[in-house]
């Protein structure tokens, strides 16, 4: 019989999920300040790289956020594979016939989709922020404008990234919403609300996001006698 | 034999008071030295077990669903009595003791009944302090609503689930006490004997029906809280399980079975739809608090539409016969008027085999222009979306169709005031015994019989007669349970051998539904005379004979085996049978749910005869086939006036 | 009432016993009436596997009130628990259903490793009463309740836990998640009781040792995908988890 002193809430599935909530809301919430900071491409050279130059100057906010994001994705991925091997072994023999009625693209999309980001985000840290010449030749450190430019005029880099935030949007969709459930702070008067707000705010992710690259292929975002 | 009731001494109302003064106490440094097995876990058999579990006995309780959870108690749907008054409407435990022996038809008796009447609150408080979700009032207080026929309301209840919500309050205390190891839980185990050394109940012999292992279970005393026999009919209300098997099993062992003739037929069940059909299916009789019954006149088409009949041709049968009760008459007498409608061959609806076309109408089509469509779903929407999945009719649009099927049985093993059986040691609660409901039982008075038995009956006398009986120790290698088990064993391999042999033929199934459906119901049922009995009579051990020698039951007996279960419980029922035509032959009076054609007034309602037939008759068993002694215990009503029960 | 009948093909997961290797065999039965539910649909195929000495033998499945209340019948069909159609056991399902639609059936036990399947249809499910066991009650004793009316509740929470209090434990929920969890079961039992005065003084240790059983038996956890809401034979929300995830959070950071 298990007894209030065993119960550990953080080694609980339902604990585990609480972990995976927090350290999603942390990302979430990294992953708009990020969006809206690229936006300022769109305001020029200047804006974006002092942009950067703002953030590597000022290391504290810098390496402090970034400490904070390593975790929050750190705690995010071992809860999420820690919980994946208990949905497996509480299912070992599966259904012949299958069939859903509730679930969605976005939620049954979790956890292959959070595979992809993983590898995604692994790719554009290479790409934009390490600079690693295989995915980006022309990378000059600082030149945050003209790195992006360089990346997407090439369109299967573009495509690569559009890829990747419908991931994005899928996992916000539903992930957004499932904080509310899972942090115990939803109910029936606010799920609909919640619902909305979190498909919105992926969707706003999608489209900011993706605004760029496209806007970079197809010209919008000035490239000529700014970067060689 | 003489039957002592061991009725209290002293005013009604001070019997139960003397009575548990007078008991004798188990001290509580004893209590963990006394095992005691409960047999059934529904309101009686879990109440009872949660309850002696918390006062430090020892309990076995056993059941053959899955959990006790499921225990049939949970289909009730309409509610529990209590004699609260919180309505201020008249209510006492006065009044509710005096409804309940007028609804019993005069045939129970009064001190139990009194008994009863006044634990009835005690059950109340007890539920909501379990978390009971009774239906409350805005102010918070609990609500009530009046009930088949009441003209108080004190039914108190949980949307249209009232018996599941009491089960589970019941199940959960009983859950306590399995966690703390002081109830040892036996789901998936049926009781196929009761074990008696020295003329007490010392024990049971249990199948486990996933491993088919037959095992013996020893105590200080046996507790029956199994449930009734309706599925005797084949097609009832019970769930498909319900059994006779427990008690017939005890009533072979020497416990005498009471009243078995009193069976209860519900008014408002769906009609049979076809001849695969396996159960019937009861809508609660709520229903007629807003619905009107009715058949076509003389002369229409019976398969008109009931939409199209014009309201001339309309027959309001029961506010035409009992204008002062009208469409609220008690169970028995809506039941034998929709059938007498039906075999007049105004029943309504498909026709099934060969049979009349077997329904009437309860429509709500006036209730719903008078308080609106919105009012009567929120009454009784989720009994309106049941009928429509089962019949794919709309009963907002037209009128339902009902007809009574079996419901509840009143009879049972004999029990005295303890609720304990001749057999010292054998204690019966809830439907299994005979005790409160006299010839007829009245609504959401099952629930409230159930738990009174259950929290505060049998925690007492089973204390007393621990208390009171010097017990030897016995263990399951005494003699009387090899002897037991070696006669479970042949039983099942006497079912198993005509498959063997390759002369098996017949499926149990087609065997039970004959034996319910063509005999029972044919004449054991909502009416029943000298010469169908006589004929049931001559057709069961007929029946019998074909079932030991034909009947097929596939698989072994040494794991999960359905067929197997079925067949033992439909070979006592062919036994059983006999006791209850038998009963229903000798007892040539009506009463309550009892109706002999030959014992009726002018307008067809049911005719006691006092004089011959107050008492309840008690069976003893003397062998298969063989006629049982009849054992007689007189009823006396010093506070009730016997009269002729009338709601016109 | 329909008068026609039809004919289907049924795909059943046949197993002898426990840990057994079981299979999905194939039958033919014509002549399903679409008034007959969905078990007395089984009934006929066993009695004809009866007739027929079959060597399967008949189909084991569990079932008790075929009224929908005592939640023992419980199969998969096509993939969807209790079948097709919403807020129905599959006792109260009837073959109108699928008289217009496919003939052909696939019907398997709920799959869960804490449900092991016990012959054929029939599966084990007594992990959910040691949920229960674990604290899905009220302490008290027989005897000593206060006054019915002593603790007033309002009409709104009363009908809110009777809404959760519905449950029937049939497992149907466990058998839809994708993650086979329990939390469905747990949350109502919880909810039930966190919302009566009754159940405050247990709240939130009842919470947490209840939890603690459901993932000592071997369930899967909670994604939210919302299946068991909608296979719910009586349509209990999931509105339940969140109130048992918010307990249980508020339960961690008690001392008590």
């Keep these: ?228 | 034999m003489t039957l002592d009731a061991k009725i209290p001494d002293g005013p009604i109302e001070k019997k139960w008071d003397n009575a548990r003064f007078q008991m004798k106490l188990v001290n509580p440094a004893n209590k963990r030295k006394h095992r005691v097995i409960v047999v059934g876990s529904g309101l009686a058999g879990g109440a009872a077990a949660a309850s002696l579990g918390e006062l430090g006995y020892n309990v076995d309780c056993f059941c053959y669903q899955d959990s006790p959870r499921r225990a049939h108690s949970i289909a009730a749907q309409g509610g529990i009595n209590a004699a609260k008054n919180y309505q201020n409407d008249g209510d006492s435990v006065w009044r509710l003791f005096y409804d309940t022996v007028k609804g019993g038809d005069y045939r129970s008796r009064e001190a139990n009944v009194y008994r009863l009447a006044q634990l009835s609150v005690n059950i109340i408080d007890q539920c909501v302090a379990q978390g009971v979700p009774f239906a409350r009032e805005y102010g918070g207080v609990l609500a009530n609503r009046s009930f088949g026929g009441a003209q108080v309301s004190r039914t108190f209840y949980c949307r249209g689930q009232t018996g599941q919500q009491l089960l589970l309050g019941a199940y959960q205390a009983l859950a306590r006490q399995i966690a703390v190891g002081q109830v040892r839980m036996f789901p998936r185990s049926e009781m196929l004997d009761l074990v008696v050394v020295d003329g007490a109940a010392r024990g049971i012999i249990t199948r486990d029906m996933v491993s088919g292992k037959i095992e013996a279970h020893a105590a200080d005393c046996v507790l029956l809280c199994t449930g009734g026999y309706g599925n005797i009919f084949y097609l009832s209300t019970n769930a498909k399980g319900c059994n006779v098997t427990a008690s017939y099993r005890a009533f072979k062992r020497g416990a005498l079975f009471a009243n078995p003739c009193y069976t209860q037929i519900h008014p408002t069940c769906i009609p049979v739809h076809g001849e695969y059909q396996s159960k019937l299916t009861l809508m609660s009789e709520s229903l007629r608090n807003d619905g009107r019954v009715w058949v076509p006149k003389e002369g229409v088409d019976p398969a008109t539409k009931p939409t199209k009949i014009p309201e001339e041709q309309r027959d309001y049968y029961l506010e035409r016969i009992y204008p002062a009760f009208g469409n609220l008459v008690p169970r028995d007498v809506a039941s034998r008027a929709a059938k007498r409608m039906c075999d007049d061959g105004r029943g309504v609806g498909p026709t099934v085999g060969d049979q009349p076309r077997l329904g009437v109408y309860l429509d709500f089509a006036d209730a719903i222009s008078r308080l609106g469509e919105d009012k009567i779903r929120e009454r009784y929407g989720n009994l309106f979306h049941m009928y429509e999945r089962i019949t794919a009719e709309n009963p907002y649009h037209t009128p339902m169709r009902i007809y009574p099927a079996v419901h509840y049985t009143m009879g049972g093993l004999w029990v005295d005031y303890q609720l304990q059986s001749n057999l010292a040691g054998l204690f019966v609660g809830g439907e299994a015994n005979f005790s409160d409901h006299g010839a007829n039982r009245l609504g959401a008075s099952a629930l409230m019989q159930g738990l009174a038995d259950g929290y505060f009956v049998l925690p007492y006398t089973v204390g007393n007669y621990l208390g009171a009986t010097k017990l030897e120790a016995v263990e399951t290698s005494h003699a009387a349970f090899g002897d037991a088990l070696k006669d479970v064993e042949a039983k099942i391999d006497r079912l198993l051998e005509p498959e063997k042999k390759g002369k098996g033929t017949r499926s149990v199934d087609d065997f039970h539904r004959e034996l319910g459906t063509q005999v029972m119901w044919e004449h054991c049922g909502m009416a029943r005379n000298k010469e169908g009995l006589e004929k049931a009579l001559e057709r069961i051990p007929e029946l019998r004979e074909e079932f030991w020698s034909t009947v097929r039951v596939t698989g072994s007996a040494g794991s999960l085996n359905q067929q197997l279960e079925k067949a033992g419980r439909v070979a006592d029922f062919l036994e059983f049978a006999e006791v209850m035509c038998l009963d229903a032959l000798v007892r040539a009076e009506s009463c309550g749910g009892h109706f002999r054609e030959e014992s009726q007034t002018p307008e067809g309602e049911a005719k006691r005869d006092d004089e011959n037939f107050c008492h309840v008759a008690a069976w003893e068993f003397t062998g298969v086939g063989e006629k049982p002694t009849e054992h007689r215990e007189a009823l006396e009503f010093e506070h009730v006036k016997l009269t002729q029960r009338s709601y016109k | ?256």
């Design chain 1, 1 to 228: 019989m298990a007894t209030t002193d065993t119960f550990r809430f953080t080694q609980s599935m339902v604990g585990k999920k609480a972990i995976m909530a927090v350290s999603g809301t942390v990302m979430f919430g990294w992953i708009f300040v990020h969006m809206i900071g690229n936006l300022q491409i769109y305001a020029g050279p200047q804006k974006i790289n002092d942009y950067g130059k703002f953030l590597h100057d000022t290391p504290a906010l810098l390496w402090g956020s970034r400490i904070v994001l390593l975790f929050a994705v750190l705690a995010h991925v071992f809860s999420a594979l820690s919980l994946y091997g208990t949905a497996r072994s509480a299912r070992t023999e599966g259904y012949r016939k299958s069939n859903t009625r509730a679930a969605t693209v976005a939620s049954k999309s979790m956890r292959y989709g959070g595979i992809v980001l993983v590898a995604f985000i692994v790719y554009h840290l290479a790409q934009l922020t390490w600079g690693v010449k295989a995915t980006l030749p022309q990378f000059v450190f600082g030149d945050v404008y003209c790195n992006v430019v360089h990346a997407f005029k090439i369109w299967w880099i573009t495509a690569i990234y559009l890829v990747a935030q419908v991931f994005l949007f899928l996992h916000l969709y539903h992930g957004v919403w499932s904080v509310f459930q899972t942090l115990g702070v939803n109910s029936p008067r606010w799920d609909e609300r919640f619902q909305l707000g979190a498909k919105g705010f992926a969707a706003l992710v999608l489209v900011g996001n993706c605004s760029i690259p496209v806007a970079v292929l197809a010209g919008i975002v000035p490239s000529a006698g700014i970067c060689s």
């Design chain 3, 1 to 256: 009432m329909s008068a026609s009948t039809f004919k289907l093909t049924l795909h059943i997961w046949r197993q002898k016993q426990r840990g057994a290797r079981g299979e999905m065999k194939q039958y033919e039965l014509d002549g399903v009436s679409g008034d007959m539910s969905f078990l007395e649909m089984l009934d006929v195929l066993n009695e004809k596997l009866i007739t027929e000495k079959h060597p399967d033998g008949p189909v084991a499945f569990d079932h008790d009130c075929r009224e929908g209340i005592c939640g023992m019948c419980g199969v998969v069909v096509n993939g969807e628990a209790h079948g097709p159609q919403a807020g129905t056991t599959c006792c109260q399902l009837h073959m109108r259903t699928f008289e217009h639609g496919e003939h052909e059936l696939w019907i398997e036990p709920w799959r869960a490793d804490a449900f092991p399947v016990l012959k054929d249809l029939i599966v084990d499910r007594t992990a959910f009463d040691r949920i229960i066991q674990a604290g899905g009650y009220v302490s008290v004793h027989t005897g000593s309740a206060p006054d019915g009316n002593a603790i007033p509740i309002g009409k709104n929470e009363a009908e809110l836990s009777m809404d959760a209090a519905a449950c029937i434990g049939c497992g149907a929920c466990v058998a839809a998640c994708p993650n086979a969890s329990a939390m469905l079961f747990t949350s109502a039992k919880v909810a039930q009781l966190a919302l009566l005065p009754q159940g405050q003084p247990e709240r939130f240790t009842r919470v947490k040792k209840m939890v603690a059983q459901m993932e000592k038996e071997g369930f899967g956890y909670c994604t939210n995908h919302k299946e068991c809401e909608a296979v719910c034979p009586k349509e209990i929300s999931v509105q339940f988890i969140t109130q048992l995830n918010r307990d249980l959070l508020r339960a961690s950071v008690r001392r008590d």
